[in-house]
């Protein structure tokens, strides 16, 4: 089995960037991560230096392995704007290593965002599961276009997905080559995306940030940024408060956005979360 040694962008921290992993695709367990590639399988370790270790099943799988790890991307930038903010800066201290890991598809990733709206993280962890299991039930890399069109919206929807998001991902998936979009400018890619039912900006934040590896694509709408929004705001928020949260950190707002969740004023208080259920479901993230 071939080993490649990989010196990340520093700062990087695989553990700590592979706790969001789907536990298929990629598979964390005392230190090492699993990633599950379409063309095998990588185990990978950070050594004390910094320097990942990888043993792959087959050396060609490097550069989807490399895309993954999201861990050739300088993050200087960020750090920089970091240093002088007084909201990001002591967030982004405790965990400057994190990253926002990507799915080797970008279908794979529209999965995770329409399987993430309006519903906590633990539930919308749970319907990818199951679907990535539908997809290839002895386990396999992230799925492609054809291979959840060839589910259908009524098995995805038996995943947990509601109904009207299934039709919507499957319409997306078969009316838009997401994969083509890949050359194309963010902008241009993003409002092409917006054209399609059921989607909004978290939707094409998470899609961006995880399918296309777009530092700058902010979650605006999440409900922890809304929380905190609100919170240093006074009121209760709106998804614009959550925009122009992240407007002072372009062009890293996707990756300035993962920070900001883990803000203390980020938690939603007990009381809160009462509040909002009746009408979110407990949300994570507004379509």
Same mark, same amino acid.
Not at 142 to 160: D, H, K, N, V
Not at 164 to 190: G, Q
Not at 259 to 269: C, I, Q, S, T
């Given at each position: 089995?071939?080993?490649?040694?990989?010196?990340?962008?520093?700062?990087?921290?695989?553990?700590?960037?592979? $706790? @969001? +992993?789907?536990?298929?695709?990629?598979? *964390?367990? %005392? #230190? !090492? &991560?699993?990633?599950? /590639? $379409? @063309? +095998?399988?990588?185990?990978?370790?950070? *050594?004390? %230096? #910094? !320097? &990942?270790?990888?043993? /792959?099943?087959?050396?060609?799988?490097?550069?989807?392995? *490399?895309?993954?790890?999201?861990?050739?991307?300088?993050?200087?930038?960020?750090?920089?704007?970091?240093?002088?903010?007084?909201?990001?800066?002591?967030?982004?201290?405790?965990?400057?290593?994190?990253?926002?890991?990507?799915?080797?598809?970008?279908?794979?990733?529209?999965?995770?965002?329409?399987?993430?709206?309006?519903?906590?993280?633990?539930?919308?962890?749970?319907?990818?599961?199951?679907?990535?299991?539908?997809?290839?039930?002895?386990?396999?890399?992230?799925?492609?276009?054809?291979?959840?069109?060839?589910?259908?919206?009524?098995?995805?929807?038996?995943?947990?997905?509601?109904?009207?998001?299934?039709?919507?991902?499957?319409?997306?998936?078969?009316?838009?080559?997401?994969?083509?979009?890949?050359?194309?400018?963010?902008?241009?890619?993003?409002?092409?995306?917006?054209?399609?039912?059921?989607?909004?900006?978290?939707?094409?934040?998470?899609?961006?940030?995880?399918?296309?590896?777009?530092?700058?694509?902010?979650?605006?709408?999440?409900?922890?940024?809304?929380?905190?929004?609100?919170?240093?705001?006074?009121?209760?928020?709106?998804?614009?408060?959550?925009?122009?949260?992240?407007?002072?950190?372009?062009?890293?707002?996707?990756?300035?956005?993962?920070?900001?969740?883990?803000?203390?004023?980020?938690?939603?208080?007990?009381?809160?979360?009462?509040?909002?259920?009746?009408?979110?479901?407990?949300?994570?993230?507004?379509?």
């Amino acid at each position: 089995m071939p080993v490649v040694e990989i010196v990340p962008a520093a700062p990087y921290d695989l553990v700590r960037s592979a $706790r @969001g +992993g789907d536990g298929i695709t990629l598979r *964390r367990r %005392d #230190g !090492v &991560l699993d990633v599950i /590639l $379409r @063309g +095998g399988r990588a185990r990978v370790r950070q *050594r004390a %230096d #910094g !320097v &990942l270790v990888a043993e /792959l099943d087959d050396e060609a799988l490097e550069p989807a392995l *490399r895309f993954v790890l999201a861990c050739d991307e300088p993050v200087d930038g960020l750090l920089a704007l970091a240093r002088g903010d007084a909201l990001l800066g002591p967030v982004i201290r405790r965990a400057p290593g994190l990253r926002a890991l990507r799915t080797e598809t970008v279908a794979h990733a529209a999965l995770r965002a329409f399987a993430g709206q309006l519903i906590a993280f633990r539930e919308a962890q749970q319907i990818e599961r199951r679907v990535l299991r539908l997809v290839a039930p002895d386990g396999g890399g992230s799925p492609t276009a054809a291979e959840l069109l060839a589910l259908g919206p009524a098995r995805i929807a038996a995943c947990g997905l509601a109904p009207r998001r299934a039709e919507a991902l499957t319409h997306l998936l078969r009316s838009v080559d997401l994969e083509r979009l890949r050359d194309l400018e963010p902008e241009r890619v993003a409002a092409r995306l917006r054209r399609e039912s059921q989607i909004g900006p978290w939707t094409v934040g998470v899609i961006g940030l995880h399918g296309y590896g777009w530092a700058d694509a902010g979650l605006v709408g999440d409900l922890h940024l809304m929380h905190l929004a609100g919170a240093l705001a006074g009121r209760d928020a709106e998804v614009a408060d959550t925009e122009a949260l992240l407007a002072p950190y372009a062009p890293w707002r996707g990756l300035a956005s993962l920070h900001l969740m883990g803000h203390p004023k980020a938690r939603v208080p007990p009381r809160r979360f009462e509040r909002l259920t009746p009408a979110f479901g407990g949300l994570c993230s507004i379509h």
